[in-house]
């Protein structure tokens, strides 16, 4: 069976800084690795996917992850936070092959400090 | 191409009540997951449905169960509606039943008083 774990319920960064949000896995076979973002009263929007292509995934909106087995580790960054990436954000799992159902982590709020 | 639609957008119903929520996946997805979202648990996996089969279920009571129909729309029932079931109703299609992206619906909002 597959999990994933997101570090931090809430994050808190200033507009221009760093956002960096943490995602950790755990699968018994390589698996397919998501970020999603969700705004309010909204569905989750998919920012990006890994699945085994390049470790680097370049998504929408600024946003980029990367995939590192040895650390089993997915974390999402972007360079320079904007207002509008103030949302919920969720990491997930997916193994490959079949009927295979997709796990979600607990969901990280981005708050993002003017 | 025309996104996932999810109806109604928001329900107010009664304890003890049953209600129907619809899902209509983008066209040419066949596979059509539900998942509840509340403040306290997140999101959680309720069932999907591929080619009008079950393929994959969560951890809900059997008040909680859903069909497929063959163009691929997807229904959701809860019967017997408790205080608890308030949440966001949430409903996700993919082409296929494994590895590809989910995407969502906007979501149907529940309210059970």
């Known amino acids: 069976a597959q999990s994933v774990t997101q570090l931090g319920s809430h994050v808190s960064v200033s507009e221009g800084a760093l956002v960096l949000l943490r995602c950790n896995y755990s699968s018994s076979v390589p698996p397919y690795l998501f970020w999603y973002v969700q705004y309010p009263n909204q569905g989750l929007q998919l920012l990006l996917k890994?699945?085994?292509?390049?470790?680097l995934v370049k998504g929408i909106n600024g946003f980029e992850a990367e995939f590192k087995k040895s650390e089993t580790s997915f974390h999402l960054t972007k360079p320079s936070a904007h207002m509008s990436d103030a949302a919920e954000y969720f990491c997930?799992?997916?193994?490959?092959?079949?009927?295979?159902?997709?796990?979600f982590g607990t969901g990280t709020k981005l708050q993002v400090i003017p | 191409k025309a996104g996932v639609t999810q109806t109604p957008r928001y329900l107010i119903k009664t304890r003890g009540q049953q209600v129907t929520l619809s899902c209509s996946p983008i066209?040419?997805?066949?596979?059509v997951s539900w998942y509840q979202q509340t403040p306290g648990q997140g999101l959680q996996f309720l069932f999907e449905?591929?080619?009008?089969?079950?393929?994959n279920k969560g951890n809900f009571p059997g008040r909680f169960s859903g069909r497929q129909f063959s163009n691929s729309r997807s229904e959701m029932n809860v019967s017997t509606l408790e205080l608890g079931d308030s949440a966001l109703y949430l409903c996700a299609s993919r082409p296929l039943a494994g590895g590809a992206e989910q995407f969502f619906g906007p979501g149907t909002r529940l309210t059970v008083l």
């Open positions: 449905y591929f080619s009008e089969t079950q393929r």
């Open positions: 997930a799992v997916s193994l490959t092959g079949g009927y295979q159902k997709v796990t």
């Open positions: 890994y699945t085994s292509a390049a470790t």
């Open positions: 066209s040419g997805h066949r596979s």
